[in-house]
């Protein structure tokens, strides 16, 4: 649960034992060499197609997750504030920066938008409406993208994650978060 405990529990043995795989596939390679058989170029052609097959699909995983400590890709979003801002641009979103009220992440995946909002000190047992801004080709909107989506708590706190469409010509992605009296904005990703 913890960073240092995920290196030492995971990372630590997981490379010690792909360190101890890797020695034993170079011995079979060069003992399959040193026997002078004609074949030894196609063994090793496969075993770099497979690591290369197997790294391949590690860095082009699409996956996504939220409360991860460690990353290695941008996988799991981009992390903007969530500003108390009446005013926006469709370009950058909130044009007050300066009370901030939580965080979003921002993942413009292939087709899909992954967002996971985290209202923070937001007005208490309250409900806010979800809108999901894409410019160019969806802003401003004319509705809510969800409605009556989330509810803050006693303390003004609450977190949900959400799936939408994606608009194949947008370049830039942020929300509103538009409840309990509060207009909140986050900062746009690119």
Do not use: H
Request: with cysteine; proline share 4%; hydrophobic share 40%.
């Amino acid at each position: 649960q913890t960073p240092i405990g995920f290196v030492a529990l995971v990372i630590v043995p997981a490379t010690i034992i792909i360190w101890e795989e890797l020695k034993l596939i170079g011995a079979e390679v060069a003992s399959f060499a040193k026997s002078k058989k004609k074949n030894a170029a196609v063994l090793v052609f496969f075993v770099v197609l497979g690591l290369t097959g197997s790294t391949y699909a590690q860095l082009a995983d699409t996956e996504v997750s939220a409360k991860n400590t460690l990353a290695a890709s941008n996988d799991f979003g981009t992390i903007v504030p969530l500003y108390q801002s009446n005013s926006y641009t469709c370009a950058s979103g909130a044009t007050t920066t300066i009370d901030q009220f939580g965080t979003v992440s921002i993942n413009p995946g292939n087709s899909r938008l992954f967002l996971t909002v985290n209202l923070e000190d937001a007005t208490p047992n309250a409900t806010y409406d979800i809108w999901i801004n894409q410019n160019p080709g969806a802003c401003p909107l004319s509705s809510p993208s969800f409605s009556t989506a989330m509810s803050t708590d006693s303390n003004g706190n609450a977190t949900k994650t959400f799936q939408y469409d994606k608009n194949s010509s947008a370049t830039s992605f942020w929300i509103s978060a538009v409840g309990g009296g509060q207009v909140l904005r986050s900062l746009a990703v690119n």
